[in-house]
């Protein structure tokens, strides 16, 4: 077997233009915003995002002129509040926003994952998404009659994700995990960011995405960062509060500062705070003292 | 004059949609908002101890109830509970309606109990691009009954017709959601904070069942989108017994997360720092 270890740039290479882009993660936790940062700082255009519970990867990667369409179920910064280049860029007429139920994007990735020609569910009877894709279909069922959406297959061409650790051959284990390994069977290309690689060992016989699914490992200590990796980190209250204010500010300096300058990662992070930050965002992630 | 009283709009609110949530059974916070959480916590500490709890984020089963938290959900329920579901095991239990009663919190609900968190004007070029649905069609799609809660009630949040429905309640009324499909479950309650409406089954309109103590029907009439059905049998909202007060403050949310649905925008960020903050210092 080949290694499957690559930079942080290689792995770009791997994202055509005009792409059909998943983006794991869900909430505040988990989004790969390391890669999503390379992606803008390379200049990717035209791509179609899927994030099915995206925030501040789906709305970098808007605010980058990136995306042509978002395909999403909702992107949010959650207490924080709205998702500020995702609103306004949508707002403005500039990207798609295509909407779908939670659970129909699930049976789309369930049809691809098992080689069915649609998923069926009956999310979505009734609800104005429906009218936003004319590629399903509301059907009734062949044996009883009622009525069904049926949802193509759902296939990105690439999926990006970010995992505590992998091996070197791509062999991935997560603590936690949404719709990552339905994302990964479902995709063309996989390409999966790091807090450590690990020994082979280390993970055997624990593995949540076998090597085969996967394309590409890089290395990104704290690359889910602002958003959280439990129980390494916990997200960024702080950075996400000047997140919000910069899109007041029409973002160009959130850009400037927290992507298009710092080149690699631990200048990002010293950018966004340095080691006291981390620090910090770990000491929550232990908990109360009883259980530090 | 309102007398005056030992608890606040927000404590009420999570005590009366604390009530809906049944013991021995699974549910979950359909709501990833502090007061759907917080009532599903109170219900968890006082009648539901034997509820199976499936938290949202980190999809812990059978979580023990925990004070509420900003930044640090995930250690909470990962470190009191049993077991661990992926989102194709929640989704199975969900699809089913395993999850008999769930809270949302929409930007709009209508006076058919339909609601929208996508978009305000319209779809294409929204005068306001929402965060999403989300789970909302889903929920109202398979759930027995789906309590909707706001803690805005005004003409902007309770209107005559949501822009747009993310997710279906009884539609255009009377059979329009048996007609879509749609044969489960329905809007059962909208709780707000100036009182509740429960649904009249025939036509599915909102017929407004209680007002919160001190507030009146005229006054609920000026902050509502459409004209009032009244229940004959209008009651006022009990109020939350003291120990139930103090079981919010102290152990569901003694960070007062819960007071960010309430406090104006331009407040928001400052109450934020704080919490997080007072969660730091912990």
């Known amino acids: ?292 | 004059m309102p007398k005056e009283r030992d608890y606040s709009v927000d404590e009420l609110m999570i005590w009366t949609l604390a009530q809906e949530f049944p013991d021995g059974q699974l549910i979950g916070e359909g709501a990833n908002t502090p007061l759907g959480l917080a009532a599903l916590l109170l219900a968890k500490l006082t009648h539901a101890k034997d509820a199976t709890y499936v938290s949202g984020v980190g999809l812990t089963v059978d979580t023990a109830a925990y004070p509420l938290s900003l930044t640090r959900t995930e250690y909470m329920v990962a470190t009191r509970s049993r077991a661990r579901w992926d989102m194709r095991d929640d989704f199975s239990a969900f699809e089913r309606g395993d999850y008999r009663v769930v809270l949302v919190a929409p930007a709009q609900v209508d006076r058919y109990g339909n609601t929208n968190n996508s978009v305000i004007g319209e779809y294409r070029r929204p005068r306001v691009r929402l965060p999403g649905g989300a789970g909302l069609p889903d929920v109202a799609a398979v759930q027995e009954k789906i309590i909707i809660y706001t803690t805005r009630h005004s003409p902007r949040t309770v209107v005559s017709r949501v822009d747009f429905i993310s997710g279906p309640g009884f539609l255009d009324g009377g059979d329009a959601r048996r007609r879509a499909g749609l044969t489960r479950g329905a809007p059962h309650r909208i709780v707000t904070n100036l009182g509740v409406f429960g649904f009249d089954p025939a036509s599915g309109e909102a017929v407004l069942t209680s007002v919160h103590p001190g507030v009146t029907v005229p006054h609920v009439q000026d902050a509502t989108g459409f004209p009032l059905r009244v229940a004959p049998d209008l009651a006022e909202t009990p109020e939350p017994p003291l120990d139930a007060v103090r079981l919010i403050r102290e152990r569901v949310d003694p960070l007062e997360i819960r007071k960010l649905e309430f406090v104006p925008a331009r407040e928001r960020e400052q109450l934020l720092r704080a919490i997080l903050d007072r969660e730091l210092e912990g």
Request: glycine letters at 10%.
């Open chain 1, 1 to 292: 077997m080949t290694p499957k270890v690559v930079s942080l740039e290689e792995a770009t290479s791997l994202v055509a233009d005009g792409a059909f882009l998943a983006v794991g993660g869900y909430f505040l936790s988990y989004h790969p915003v390391a890669l999503v940062r390379e992606l803008v700082r390379v200049g990717k255009r035209s791509l179609r995002v899927l994030a099915p519970l995206g925030s501040v990867d789906a709305d970098l990667l808007i605010a980058g002129g990136c995306v042509s369409e978002i395909h999403f179920s909702m992107i949010s910064l959650e207490q924080f509040g709205f998702a500020p280049n995702f609103r306004s860029w949508i707002e403005a007429g500039r990207v798609s926003a295509i909407e779908y139920p939670e659970s129909v994007i699930i049976a789309g990735l369930r049809a691809a994952n098992s080689g069915m020609p649609f998923g069926a569910t009956r999310v979505g009877l009734g609800s104005d998404q429906l009218q936003l894709h004319p590629e399903f279909k509301v059907s009734g069922c062949p044996l009883t009659g009622e009525p069904y959406v049926a949802v193509p297959p759902l296939q990105p061409d690439v999926t990006v994700m970010h995992a505590p650790r992998a091996d070197q051959w791509g062999n991935v284990q997560f603590d936690d995990v949404f719709l990552e390994l339905e994302l990964a069977r479902a995709s063309r290309t996989v390409i999966v960011t790091v807090e450590e690689i690990v020994p082979e060992g280390a993970i055997a016989g624990r593995v949540t995405i076998p090597q085969y699914l996967v394309d590409a490992v890089v290395e990104v200590p704290f690359g889910a960062h602002p958003t959280g990796c439990y129980p390494r980190y916990v997200f960024d209250g702080w950075h996400l509060l000047d997140y919000v204010a910069a899109g007041r500010d029409g973002f160009d300096g959130y850009l400037e500062r927290y992507v298009r300058a710092p080149r690699t990662q631990a200048a990002y992070l010293e950018a966004a705070g340095g080691v006291e930050r981390l620090m910090r965002l770990n000491r929550l992630a232990l908990g109360d003292r009883a259980h530090a």
